[in-house]
């Protein structure tokens, strides 16, 4: 037995970054929302003079991503101080001499994207959810669900004794989404035998507001310009395979910084400074379909992508802006949020470009995983060329930023 019973038109799962952005898309308008996420956002510490100080998680923003969250309002609560727009990015290929340039001044932009920490980007989107008068944020857990009931409407009980019943279910939950497995979508996946190591260093040298990754044969690993008291504080992202990853987890702090900058190349110097390491497994994940009768999924919930080109949240941001208005336009319409037609609208203009980016940073990843000397001679006159064709270069980077 239930202790009380509550009705809301959509149910989102998961307060992270796509959830709470999801929350603040259906915000002050007349659909009633409620947020469920058990754990309460701490707010960023001003002070950020020392490494451990920093998130060890954190975006790289696209500019379409960027302008969502100026949308939505978000982006101008997020301090200008913790926001590092990056003005060039370097790629090289550790396995010879290919290297690939790209500068905002050549594609007459701005910067080419902006480093924010993530807990940052959650906590400026949880004030916008907050004063929100039709949003309610419960701090709980899902224990189960149930299938729609006569009314179109889903069973959503809550480990405190709570029923909710919403027109609409959203799986913001991350990749091990509950509301996935409970939802029996289908899901194609495979582990790609990697970690990610990620944590904020300090360098001998300044980062030169630019994106660095050398693709190593391991896996590739980036450093990342963070807004920080000094020029030559860096987040990385050090994708290697488990055995590898292991042993550099099990080093001391100079141990691991010694092996970093070789790996780097010392391409900035010496790393100076280390903050907390953590990893996470690297697996790839897209469900078949977004969506069933009263259900949705974005961002991780529907797709993970390797790390490689930091679109994960992007593609995430980009299910936000196209759910938001199809459930804004229903409700308009008097139709259910949870109709079946109104989701697959959602569906269909988020699943082929979501698949199409997975694909193409599974190439990626794949070639320059190649070991064969033929490949990796191919691989490094392709980077030469394509760092001269700037008109190619510049197209590229516009459809990575959102801007085509």
Known sequence: MTDQLEQYQVVIVGA????????????????????????EPKQPPEDLSECSQFDTRVSAITAQSESLLTQLGAWSLINTERK????????????GTGEVNFSANELHVPCLGTIVENREIVWALQQLVEQASNITIIRDFVSKIDNQDEQGLTPVYLASGIELKTQLLVGADGALSRIKQWGEFANCEWDYQHQAIVATIELERSHQRTAWQRFRQQGPLALLPLAATNDKTCSIVWSTSIEECEHLLALTDDEFCLELGQAFEHRLGQVVNLGPRAAFPLRQRHAKNYVVPGIALVGDAAHTIHPLAGQGVNLGF????????????ADQQGLSLGDLKVLQRYQRRRQADNLLMMTAMEGFKRLFAAEQPMIRLLRNQGMRLFNRASAIKQHVVMQAMGLK
Request: glycine share 10%; no cysteine.
């Open 16 to 39: 992270g970054m796509v959830g709470t952005a999801l929350a603040a898309g259906l915000a002050n308008s007349g659909i009633s929302v409620a947020l469920i996420e058990p754990n």
């Open 84 to 95: 590092s727009p990056y003005l060039g990015m370097t790629v090289w290929d550790a396995e």
């Open 318 to 329: 980009k299910d936000v802006a196209a759910l938001s208005e199809e459930l804004l336009r």
